[in-house]
């Protein structure tokens, strides 16, 4: 065999090699990397919270913005329904009652009731912990026993929560609500609302 017929052979034998490698390099899987995902009431996809939110507020300390004593316990309280449009933000609806003993009474003898609606937004802290913020409006009537007389005003609502699931749908939520507002600007007008610091339940489907 000449010295042209050996090189031709040899080099058809790593000619045939190389192809080999190169499909079985094409073939094998190169290793991808997964983010993880937050879990969400979907399964993995879609939101990290539920649209609805229903829920009921004790306010334990109520301070209030005219001439009472601040209530303690939890005679004061609030019942409330969120929708979210998406994971931050969302709107809220409540009725709220609240009573004071005014100064010189031992009874409670101002109540008062409150309709609002909020505009609210969410900061995740992560899928268990959760804080909101809202502001708004609503509309009150304070009525005076001893005077027989009733007041009623527009309010600015404002609050901000801190909450946690703490099982499954359910959480629990510490706040500050504030009603502020007054029932006119003549000389037998009042100062009305109040500083409410509360704890809430809610429930969200």
């Known amino acids: 065999m000449s010295v042209y017929g050996y090189l031709k052979r040899v080099g058809w034998f790593f000619l045939l090699l190389f192809i080999i490698n190169v499909h079985e390099i094409q073939a094998v899987d190169l290793p991808t990397t997964k983010t993880a995902s937050p879990e969400t009431v979907f399964g993995g996809v879609g939101r990290l919270y539920e649209d ?35 994971d931050q933000f969302g709107v809220k609806g409540f009725y709220s009652t609240q009573h004071f003993q005014s100064f010189g009474n031992d009874e409670f003898d101002i109540a008062c009731r409150h309709v609002g609606g909020l505009f609210k937004g969410r900061f995740p802290i992560n899928p268990e912990w959760q804080v909101t913020a809202g502001i708004g409006m609503a509309q009150s009537v304070t009525q005076f026993q001893l005077t027989q007389k009733s007041k009623s005003s527009n309010m600015l609502v404002s609050e901000f929560r801190i909450g946690v699931r703490v099982y499954e749908n359910w959480t629990t939520e510490l706040g500050l609500m504030t009603l502020d507002g007054a029932s006119g600007d003549g000389p037998e007008d009042s100062r009305l609302g109040s500083t409410n610091y509360l704890i809430g339940i809610g429930y969200g489907f």
């Open 52 to 86: 609805w939110h229903a829920g009921y507020d004790f306010m334990i300390m109520s301070t209030p913005h005219t001439s009472a004593h601040r209530s303690l316990g939890i005679t004061n309280r609030a019942l409330w329904l969120e929708w979210w449009t998406s």
